[in-house]
């Protein structure tokens, strides 16, 4: 993808360049050629070339035209992670990022990843707005309080690569870095198993969705009084007003935080709202947990299936 | 229809950068019709934003509405259209010439203007009473007070900067009346009543989006 | 032999009464060249320190706080107190009465009354930066700033809010004179083309400020009433403060090179001595930019949430807004195809424009291809953009500007020799101070970092060093223009021998502007050929 992104950029300043060139070089041929030789001179009336002006109206306009589809091709590669990514779970918070392995293992300003699998960065944010750059991949996103925003990257090639905010957000911003360090297959695997003393993401948020009672209504099987939450993930629910949603992070999430916003069909508003009970990390624990409750084909849909499309009930 | 004559020599009410009336009462329209083009923009912000939560979070805008109190908001709706209906008489009244009607017309929108600020500040305070003003003392049904709170904000601001408005409007109009009242007008010249009447009639425009928007959010028979 | 006139605005009525309640818009223009010039010098004591600090790459000159507040401060003044009002408001002011033929503007009492307004807008932001400062970004972003900051957000808020009725009024003014107040003869398509581009300029003003002006009270609000617009704990959407935010923001951009371009038009065909190559395509092109320059604002959110498909519509038409642009600067180039070319100073700045104004241009279609903006934005390759754009291109036109029509407005000539050095260490130190930082941007360094990787100090230090040299190049103009009040060359009414209703008049005008009202019988820019007696 840097490629990519590199390619048009390369493109781009010979195109400057071009232009630039090509202005200032004028300008300097006639400063030079037409320069006034006595104080009385004026210069020639020109008809104006109504050929020319469409010229050189529509030669930038074509230009422009291969630019932003050049650029809108690279955008939609980076907005489509594959079908297969290794999910990871970033909490930006002033001044500091708190990464959350799906296994257990947590981090503070550093994310480790294997090189050549396509690793998918699900985020939120706990305070203001952050941003996660990752100048070497050639990627970043707004990292929003009270959403999940998403970032994809493949790293192929094991080495240190610089981690920043890019959104203004208070004191610390300058200090708000770190690093991604991409390891090869085998490394990262000896690095993996070495953390995590409380067992995996999910298990801890199992044991979060026994804390918090979520079992009494949440049953496997379905005499509970909310619905059932094995293999929903991924999948379309029926609401209550007759749309449908895909079970995605951002659904769960706003399931957990305001219930009421999107009631499942055939079911009671009852469920209770833990907005300010849980934490945001406690969310990822029992989203995982929740995703863990699918089977591996249905964990591979892509969070959202279509990214794009707007769902009910939610600006961009 | 207004008429304005070039009369033989300078009128007093005629700018030096001027050349004739007819320019300057022009320019004076066009200048007002430009401002009012600013406050569209204004308060096209705030509805922006009102368009937004309320797609967002019908449900909850539905019921907060319902907290507001449609009959007071009707009396204030047809309150304020009657100022309009005043001061459009009191620009007649300028058109042709009459000082005595000007005074008594501009008086009663002044009145009803204030009668309009006095029901809605009447209002604002059950609102306060009833806890329903955002932040700290904020209190609603459990299901829809995060979302409530937005649509109160909004009410507040949104009509928070209407009745400023209107204030505004009454000040100009208190000193159009001064100047009426020392003879400044006649039929050749009322150009600031034009323009104070031009200002109103926005302003009144204002309310009548605000209202149903702000009162009648699912009322129309279904709860 | 020039001469200069006995009774002109400046010598008609002494003391500071005469002054501060004119309505003369001659002696408006110069009550905010005044003020101006004072807020450029404060919003550039900021941004010098700032260069000072990111000298080194450890951010130890001055704490986090007080870097966060120096570029917060630094943009809230130089956009809203240096960039909006100056060309509008100084030459604006003073030249639109003069090339439409008429006494003064539509409304010389609310000319003055928007100084006022100006004045106590930069009142409450002055208190705001003395008091404490501001600290969330010129941008504001919520919630940041609705609930996290604990500055002086509110009176810098209202500052802004006060200023912007400013800027509205005077808009407002120009547009009313130039429908209704043109001289005889003097039709739509033969207005000089500053005249067009301050009315495309007043037209986004008027509809683009009152949108910035809602948008901070709601951010004031939510500070002291804690409503929640932007609150995401109870429904709130910060994203939302930032469509709104820059609805405005991006036509403001406008609204600050607009003007320059105006004033290009008319370097260029006075110093080139025949008319503008294309003229309606150039006046055409003011509106484009004006109505296209609306249809923007969301290539700012490129990786801030926005939808993908809302994202490729924003960047289409960021692409389509660099047209009309490039348009203007290919008919100044062809306006110089056998003109009679002489590099006098305001030329000079002309041609600065430009060469930088082509650069940063160049550099937005970089940021308006969405792929490569993931990349570059938020970093230092967008803060040198919109300095090629600001700097580079608004303060060039202003500064040329103020050149050319200085013997107008003073009655004398400003010493060109010393004019053209200062002309070149500022295109130097410019070019030095923001070159590199596309650079450091494309290689990853963050903007609004004071601390930052030591790999990026080499191209620093560049741009600090380049800093002090334009600071210097700056204070000049301010030295040898006051020095030319007193000892400079008595100008006579037409110096360049220029063509505009401006010209015609006294160098310094009278107060009415023109004995007799002019009747205009031809297009702008008519040299006659060689042979022909000179015709205004």
Redesign the interface.
């Given at each position: 993808m840097a490629g990519r992104v590199d390619a048009l950029y390369f493109f781009l300043l010979a195109v400057s360049g071009f232009f630039g060139l090509l202005i200032a070089g004028l300008v300097v041929y006639f400063a030079i050629k037409y320069r006034r030789r006595h104080p009385n001179a004026v210069g020639a009336q020109v008809a104006g070339g109504m050929m020319l002006e469409i010229g050189w109206t529509v030669l930038p306009f074509l230009i422009t035209l291969i630019i932003f589809f050049w650029g809108a091709n690279i955008y939609f590669a980076m907005s489509r992670p594959p079908d297969e990514t290794l999910n990871i779970y970033v909490v930006g918070k002033q001044w500091m990022w708190k990464i959350q392995h799906t296994d257990g293992t947590r981090e503070i300003n550093e994310l480790h990843v294997p090189v050549g699998r396509a690793v998918r960065l699900i985020m939120t944010s706990e305070d203001v707005l952050h941003d996660f750059s990752i100048p070497a991949f050639r990627v970043k996103a707004d990292v929003i309080p009270g959403r999940y925003t998403q970032i994809w990257f493949e790293a192929t090639k094991p080495g240190r690569y610089h981690l920043f905010c890019a959104e203004y957000c208070g004191t610390r911003h300058s200090g708000m870095t770190g690093q991604i360090v991409v390891m090869d297959a085998a490394d990262y695997q000896t690095w993996l198993s070495g953390g995590a003393p409380e067992g995996s993401l999910a298990s801890a948020g199992e044991k979060l969705f026994a804390e918090l009672a979520c079992n009494t209504c949440h049953r496997p099987d379905s005499r509970g009084r909310g619905p059932v939450l094995a293999g929903i993930f991924g999948r379309p629910v029926q609401l209550q007003n007759g749309e449908a949603v895909p079970a995605d992070e951002q659904y769960l999430r706003e399931s957990i935080l305001q219930p009421s916003a999107k009631v499942t069909a055939g079911y009671q508003p009852v469920m209770p709202a833990f907005q300010g009970i849980v934490t945001e990390e406690q969310l990822l624990a029992l989203i995982e947990y929740v995703k863990s409750l699918s089977t591996p084909q249905q964990q591979a849909l892509p969070a959202r299936p279509d990214p794009t499309a707007p769902r009910p009930g939610e600006t961009r | 229809m207004r008429e304005h004559t070039l009369t033989p020599g300078s009128h007093p009410a005629l700018a030096h950068h001027f050349d004739n009336l007819e320019q300057q009462a022009e320019a004076a329209t066009l200048g007002m019709w430009v401002f009012l083009l600013t406050e569209v923009l204004f308060f096209g912000g705030a509805f922006l934003v009102y368009t937004v939560y309320r797609h967002m979070y019908h449900d909850a805008f539905v019921v907060a509405s319902h907290e507001l109190d449609v009959v007071l908001g009707t009396i204030n709706t047809a309150v304020l259209i009657g100022s309009s209906l005043t001061m459009a008489l009191a620009v007649h009244a300028a058109q042709v010439g009459s000082k005595r009607l000007i005074q008594i017309f501009l008086i009663l929108t002044i009145v009803l203007g204030c009668v309009f600020l006095g029901i809605k500040a009447t209002e604002y305070l059950h609102k306060f009473h009833e806890h329903h003003v955002p932040g700290p003392v904020f209190q609603f049904e459990a299901k829809y007070f995060r979302e409530a709170q937005i649509f109160f904000s909004l009410y507040f601001v949104m009509t928070g900067l209407h009745a400023l408005h209107m204030v505004i409007g009454i000040v100009v109009m208190l000193v159009i009346l001064w100047q009426a009242s020392r003879g400044a007008f006649s039929a050749e010249y009322f150009v600031p009543v034009e323009v104070i009447g031009l200002y109103w009639h926005f302003v009144d425009i204002v309310w009548i989006f605000l209202f149903p928007l702000l009162y009648l959010i699912g009322r129309h028979g279904v709860a | 032999m020039n001469v200069f006139p006995a009774h002109h605005y400046l010598n008609d009525g002494y003391g500071i009464k005469s002054w501060l309640l004119t309505r003369d818009h001659k002696r408006i223009a110069l009550l905010y060249l005044a003020a101006i010039t004072f807020f450029f010098f404060i919003g550039g004591a900021f941004a010098v320190v700032m260069r000072i600090d990111l000298a080194t790459p450890a951010?130890d000159l001055v704490s986090?706080?007080t870097?966060?507040e120096l570029f917060t401060m630094h943009g809230i003044v130089m956009v809203f107190f240096f960039l909006i009002p100056a060309i509008p408001a100084v030459l604006g002011n003073f030249l639109v009465?003069l090339m439409i033929g008429?006494?003064?503007?539509?409304?010389?009492k609310?000319n003055l009354l928007s100084w006022y307004i100006y004045i106590v807008g930069g009142f409450f932001t002055l208190h705001a930066i003395v008091t404490g400062g501001v600290?969330t970004?010129w941008?504001m972003?919520a919630?940041?700033s609705t609930?996290?900051?604990t500055t002086r957000v509110i009176p810098a808020a209202l500052g802004i809010f006060i200023t912007g009725f400013s800027s509205?009024l005077t808009a407002?003014?120009f547009?009313?004179?130039i429908?209704?107040?043109r001289a005889p003869g003097l039709s739509w398509f033969r207005l000089p083309l500053f005249l067009w581009a301050t009315y495309a300029t007043s037209v986004i003003t008027?509809?683009?400020?009152?949108?910035i002006?809602?948008?901070v009270?709601?951010v004031a609000?939510e500070r002291v009433?804690?409503?929640?617009?932007f609150n995401?704990?109870?429904?709130?959407?910060?994203?939302?403060f930032q469509h709104?935010f820059w609805?405005y923001s991006h036509p403001a951009v406008y609204i600050m090179v607009l003007p320059a371009m105006g004033v290009i038009s008319e370097l260029v065909a006075a110093f080139?001595?025949?008319?503008v190559?294309?003229?309606?395509?150039v006046a055409f092109a003011s509106l484009g930019i004006a109505v296209l320059g609306f249809l923007v604002w969301g290539h700012h959110l490129f990786?801030?949430?926005?939808?993908?498909?809302?994202?490729?519509i924003f960047?289409?038409l960021s692409?389509?807004v660099?047209?009309p642009s490039?348009?203007k600067?290919?008919?100044w180039?062809?306006t110089?195809?056998?003109?009679?070319?002489?590099?006098q100073t305001p030329l000079l700045y002309a041609?600065g424009f430009?060469?930088l104004f082509?650069?940063g241009g160049?550099?937005g279609?970089?940021l308006?291809?969405?792929?490569?903006?993931?990349?570059l934005?938020?970093?230092y390759f967008v803060v040198a953009h919109f300095h090629y754009i600001m700097v580079g291109g608004t303060i060039m036109g202003y500064l040329g500007g103020l050149h050319y029509w200085w013997p107008k407005i003073s009655g004398r000539l400003y010493p060109e020799g010393l004019a053209k050095v200062a002309a070149v260490i500022i295109f130097v130190g410019f070019n030095l101070t923001f070159f590199p930082q596309f650079i450091v941007g494309?290689?990853?360094m963050?903007?609004?970092?004071?601390?930052?990787?030591p790999e990026f100090q080499v191209l620093n230090v560049l741009s600090s060093a380049g800093a002090s040299i334009l600071g210097f190049g700056y204070l000049l103009p301010m030295v040898y223009l006051a020095w030319s009040l007193r000892y400079g060359k008595v100008a006579g009414s037409n110096p360049f021998?220029a063509t505009g209703l401006e010209w015609t008049t006294t160098s310094p005008p009278p107060t009415?502007n023109f004995a007799v009202t002019p009747i205009v019988t031809s297009g702008p820019y008519q040299?006659?050929?060689?042979g022909e007696k000179?015709v205004a």
């Open positions: - | - | 951010g986090d706080d870097y966060n009465p008429a006494k003064d503007l539509a409304f010389p609310l600290d970004g941008t972003y919630p940041l609930q996290f900051s509205i407002l003014n547009i009313v004179t429908h209704r107040m008027v509809l683009g400020t009152p949108v002006a809602v948008t009270l709601l609000a009433f804690h409503f929640g617009f995401p704990a109870i429904g709130g959407d910060p994203v939302l709104l609805f080139c001595r025949k008319p190559f294309g003229y309606s395509f990786v801030a949430g926005q939808s993908v498909y809302a994202s490729l960047s289409m692409f389509m660099a047209i490039a348009v600067v290919f008919n180039t062809a110089m195809y056998k003109g009679s070319i002489s590099w041609g430009i060469g082509t650069i160049l550099t279609l970089f308006a291809a969405i792929g490569l903006d993931v990349h934005t938020d970093t494309y290689l990853g963050p903007r609004r970092y004071h601390a930052y990787p021998g009415e040299y006659p050929s060689p000179h």
